[in-house]
């Protein structure tokens, strides 16, 4: 296979994996989003926090989303090499009132398209409620 080939199959997977990602954020289902990630991988959310190290971590901090109403939207997304940058929209149904936020993530990936790092770029400021 040429490299121009191995280049664009993983990049392929990648978009595949962050495809996965943002329907086991929808679905609500934890471990269907840490089953993406390397073992060893890092999770930092939002960025300049401090990062979630290891499926362990990552695990509890995603448990959050377990039987959470979410919907997802992709709005953009580029891959280079092993990295993906994409914007998505998660809207959250709680009760009476919905919360939207708009994140950008940047995530690095190994061979496997598995995530290795995902820093997710966003601020309260960022966050919208109705209800």
Avoid: C
């Avoid at 040429?2 to 997977?13: H, N, Q, Y």
């Avoid at 086991?24 to 300049?48: F, K, M, Q, R």
């Avoid at 820093?119 to 919208?128: E, G, H």
């Amino acid at each position: 296979m040429s490299p121009e080939s191995t280049a664009d199959l993983l990049a392929t997977r990648i978009r595949d994996t962050v495809t996965r990602y943002l329907d086991a954020i929808a679905s609500g289902g934890s471990a269907d989003i840490v089953a993406l990630y390397a073992d060893d991988a890092t999770v930092e959310d939002p960025a300049g926090t401090e990062p979630k190290t290891g499926r362990d971590q990552i695990a509890a901090f995603y448990a959050a989303l377990d039987n959470v109403r979410n919907t997802t939207e992709l709005l953009t997304v580029r891959v280079a090499g092993n990295v993906a940058a994409f914007h998505f929209r998660v809207v959250t149904e709680t009760g009476d009132k919905t919360v939207t936020i708009d994140p950008i993530d940047v995530m690095t990936f190994d061979d496997q398209a598995r995530i290795t790092s995902m820093r997710a770029i966003w601020a309260p400021a960022d966050v919208s409620s109705s209800g």
